[in-house]
C-alpha cells in the first residue's frame, strides 16, 4: 500500500508502453493508488511525443536534425570535422574545395535533462480522460517549445551546445528583400559541400515566407522551414541540418507527480526528458541577421 508520504517508481511494462505519455501515466496512477509521489518511465521521446505535430506541419528544431539513439549514461562519441583553412568559396576541383581541409577528430558529446513542470488543476487527478488529455496536448507541447530553446540556445549546465553558438558556423547580414535574403545564404550553405535543407525562422518571418509565396518555392527546393519563438525575429538559421549534427536520444523520458509541489501548494506534473547534441560540421551552419523590409 503506498502511504501518502511515500514516492512510487514505475517502469517497463507497468507503465503500458502501449499507449501515449499521457495513457502510459494515468494508467500507472491507477496501479499505484495512494496520495504519494509518481515518477514513471514513458516509452517515448516527451518532446516529439505532442500528438498534433501528426496533423499539421509545424515542425519543431528537432525535425531538421538527423537523430542517433545513444546509452543512457553518455558521453557519446561523434566525429567533428573543423576546417584547417577559412576557405568558404569553391573551386571546381576538389583541391580547391572548403571541405578539402576539413581535419576529422573524435570527439564526445554529452547529455543533459531537460524538465519542465506544469501546475495541475485541483480535482484533475480523478478524472482520468481529462489527465490524459492534459498530459498529451499541454505538458507535451511545453516540452517540446523547451527543446527548441536547447537546441538553439543550448542548456543551462552548458552541456549541450546551442546552433546558434556554435563555434566554426557562420554569420551573414543583410537588407535585402526577405527572398533575396534567404536565396542568397541558401547558396551560401552549399559552398562547405552541403545542401541547405532547412531553416529555423521565428513564427512572423514564417508567415511572411507564406504570404510571399517563398515558403511553397523552398518547399519545391526541398528546404523545410522550422518556426518557432525560441529565436528573434530579424534573426534565421539556415543550413544543411542533416549533415552538420546530430540530436543524441538516450531514451530516458519521465512523467512525475509531485505532491503539493507548485507555488501555490498545487500538484504539479513534471515531464523529463535526455538529450545530447553531436556537432560534426559546424561550417554547414549560417546564422541570417535580417535588417530588410516587406512591407
Not at 496536448?137 to 517549445?145: E, I, S, Y
Not at 511553397?216 to 528573434?232: D, H, K, Q
Request: proline residues 6%; glycine residues 8%.
Amino acid at each position: 500500500m503506498t502511504t501518502p508520504d511515500a514516492s512510487t517508481t514505475i517502469t517497463g511494462d507497468a507503465a503500458d508502453s502501449r499507449g501515449t505519455p499521457g495513457q502510459q501515466f494515468v494508467a500507472a496512477l491507477a496501479q499505484a493508488g495512494g496520495s504519494g509521489d509518481l515518477t514513471v518511465a514513458i516509452d517515448a521521446h516527451l518532446p516529439g511525443a505532442f500528438p498534433l505535430f501528426a496533423s499539421r506541419p509545424r515542425y519543431p528544431v528537432r525535425h531538421l536534425l538527423n537523430t542517433a539513439s545513444v546509452d543512457a549514461d553518455g558521453p557519446a562519441a561523434y566525429v567533428y570535422e573543423p576546417s584547417a583553412q577559412r576557405r568558404e568559396d569553391s573551386g571546381t576541383t576538389y583541391d580547391a574545395t572548403p571541405e578539402a581541409t576539413f581535419l576529422p577528430e573524435l570527439r564526445e558529446a554529452e547529455l543533459s535533462d531537460l524538465t519542465v513542470s506544469v501546475s495541475l488543476p485541483p480535482t484533475i487527478l480523478d478524472r482520468a480522460a481529462l489527465l490524459t488529455a492534459f498530459i498529451d496536448r499541454r505538458v507535451l507541447v511545453r516540452t517540446a517549445t523547451m527543446e527548441n530553446q536547447v537546441l538553439l540556445r543550448g542548456s543551462e549546465d552548458g552541456k549541450v551546445p546551442g546552433l546558434l553558438a556554435l563555434p566554426g558556423m557562420r554569420r551573414r547580414s543583410s537588407e535585402r528583400s526577405l527572398d533575396e535574403a534567404v536565396t542568397a545564404v541558401a547558396f551560401e550553405v552549399e559552398e562547405t559541400g552541403g545542401s541547405c535543407d532547412g531553416i529555423v525562422a521565428h513564427p512572423a518571418v514564417y508567415w511572411e515566407m507564406v504570404r510571399q509565396g517563398l515558403l511553397a518555392r523552398l518547399g519545391v527546393a526541398g528546404v523545410v522551414v522550422s518556426r518557432t519563438r525560441m529565436i528573434a525575429r530579424n534573426t534565421m538559421l539556415l543550413g544543411d541540418f542533416q549533415a552538420a549534427v546530430t540530436l543524441l536520444l538516450p531514451h530516458v523520458n519521465e512523467l512525475s507527480l509531485r505532491r503539493r509541489a507548485g507555488a501555490r501548494g498545487e500538484d504539479v506534473i513534471q515531464a523529463r526528458t535526455r538529450l545530447g547534441l553531436a556537432v560534426h560540421v559546424p561550417q554547414h551552419l549560417i546564422e541570417l541577421t535580417w535588417n530588410g523590409s516587406d512591407s
